[in-house]
């Protein structure tokens, strides 16, 4: 049985009403080694070698095949497709996003710099229907987590990240969540904002749920 709280979103409908939805509390991140072990005893009579050789294997066919535009489907897991953005990490896509796209002559310009944001993922309805019957979650607050707006000004924000980051040489998103009081999503979305910023002092390590932040090396 896991459990779930009722968060209300920023933005209003058509009534004057935020919209409320339900959001699941994890506890725990089951890491590579993790996730070999609970396999090894669910099939019972394969290696731990032997899994970990099929994972290595599905992630190299990912990594091939992804990238020249081909999707991958598994039966009774889904569909992974790679999504594609601006790599704001260079000086001259960040000129141009805060110019609207145009060059400094006023001539609009194209975009250079593209690269994998991140990778979508499908489930197959059967897998979905098959957690569903298994899955029971039970309410863990009463009342409806509001959606609380950072009244922070960004000079504060940046002050508070960096003064993290100076004690201990880096700064995780749940810090800065914490630290500007917003939730971990709009934090998020704030982060990148403020690395993207020209001279920004702000800089990222990592990825995913390693991703760190950390100031610039000047």
Known sequence: MANYVLKELHKEMGNGKKPVYPKMQTYSLYDYETVIEHM???????????????????????????????????????????SLGFDMSSPSEQALAQNGGESGEGTKTKYRHVCVKGINFKPDAQLLKDINSEASFTRAESGVVTSKRCTLKTEERISRALAIIDKQGFMTLGEYAIATGQSRTTASQDLKRLVAQEKSDLTTRGSGSHKIWVRREV
Do not use: C
């Open 40 to 82: 090894r005893v669910y099939t019972g009579n394969l290696s731990e070698g032997t899994i970990r050789a099929v994972i290595d294997a599905l992630v190299q066919t990912m990594k091939s095949w992804m990238p020249l535009g081909h999707n991958i489907k598994i039966d009774g897991l889904g569909v992974f497709s790679l």
